[in-house]
């Protein structure tokens, strides 16, 4: 594994050496056994789009394992004012060990970690995001012990949580359904890579998608880069929210997580996001952790 740029590209031995090693570094940061692995050693972060739990979590992550995180945004950059990606890539692997990168086109990911000889980490795309579907995993794991055999069912746009949510999943041994409005379905090469899968499922009913489910996930109708189409996207999502009457479809004992930041009243009801408080709050904390090892994995 030399780049973290979608599922697509992890093997499920690599998945589950993730897990298991950000599970250990959960265990040691509280428990307060140091663990720096990464000392003397720098990572860029460049952001093209708002972020809070990536940034904050990559940041603290990286300090925590002894090494040092530049914050680069992409208004102060001059990839921001149009200098090549490919060569940025080849300037800051001079500098850096490590970039993580959170932008629009899935391209720019894949042409940094082609022109550069560093570790590249996705920390979201329009297509995927990565670093969030790791950290659910390890919560579902954390929550219910296990993944193989279980049943996660996403409820809305065919988005990145979505495309990383379908193969991270499925790569791990468990069945996926996901129920989006038509015009809204994952792209071709999730659907392509999807059909591999007998327990692969897809409709427009969400309460179909959440029958017997042990996992429900959600995510915003407009993504970050969508806000011009938001009015059009309430309409088109409308009945695509995790609610009680939906709850009720799902296993008595279902989990909920969500990867924030979550409309209250669009995508799920406040009274079902307030009662699976607890298994969402630690998947973003599984955030730090899952990431940790993803950097540790890459750049050690
Ligand atoms: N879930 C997630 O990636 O959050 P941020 O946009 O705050 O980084
Ligand atoms: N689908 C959302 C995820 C945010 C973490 C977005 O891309 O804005």
């Not at 490919?86 to 800051?92: C, H, M, N």
């Not at 570790?119 to 995001?129: A, E, K, S, Y």
């Not at 109708?221 to 009945?239: H, L, N, T, V, Y």
């Not at 930041?261 to 009801?269: D, F, K, L, S, Y």
Request: proline share 4%; charged share 25%.
């Amino acid at each position: 594994m030399k780049h973290l740029l979608k599922m697509l590209d992890l093997t499920t031995e690599e998945i589950t050496e993730i897990l298991d090693l950000a599970d250990q570094l959960k265990y040691e940061l509280n428990h307060g056994i140091p663990h720096p692995h990464l000392k003397g050693k720098t990572l860029g972060m460049i952001f093209q789009k708002a972020s809070t739990r990536t940034r904050v979590s990559f940041e603290t992550g990286m300090y925590q394992l002894g090494g040092y995180p530049l914050f680069l945004s992409s208004n102060d950059l001059q990839i921001g004012r149009g200098e090549p990606v490919q060569d940025t890539a080849r300037v800051l692997s001079r500098y850096l060990n490590g970039i993580m990168i959170r932008t629009f086109e899935q391209s720019e990911v894949e042409a940094l970690a082609e022109y550069g000889s560093i570790p590249i980490i996705n920390g979201l795309t329009d297509f995927c995001h990565p670093c969030q579907v790791l950290a659910d995993l390890m919560t579902i794991r954390e929550f219910k012990g296990k993944l193989e055999g279980l049943k996660m069912c996403f409820i809305g746009d065919g988005n990145n949580m979505a495309n990383s949510l379908i193969v991270g999943c499925l790569k791990v041994g468990m069945a996926v359904s996901i129920a989006c409005p038509d015009d809204y379905q994952p792209p071709k090469e999730i659907l392509d890579f999807a059909a591999q899968y007998d327990c692969f499922e897809m409709t427009n009913s969400p309460a179909q998608a959440a029958k017997d489910a042990d996992v429900l996930i959600t995510d915003v109708w407009a993504s970050m880069g969508q806000e011009d189409e938001a009015a059009k996207r309430r309409e088109a999502f409308a009945g695509y929210q995790i609610n009680d009457e939906l709850m009720a479809c799902a296993k008595a004992d279902a989990m909920v997580l969500h990867c924030l930041p979550a409309h209250r009243e669009e995508e799920i009801t406040e009274k079902v996001f307030e009662a699976h408080a607890k298994e969402i709050f630690e998947e973003a904390e599984n955030r730090l952790h899952a990431q940790k090892a993803v950097m540790v994995k890459l750049m050690a």
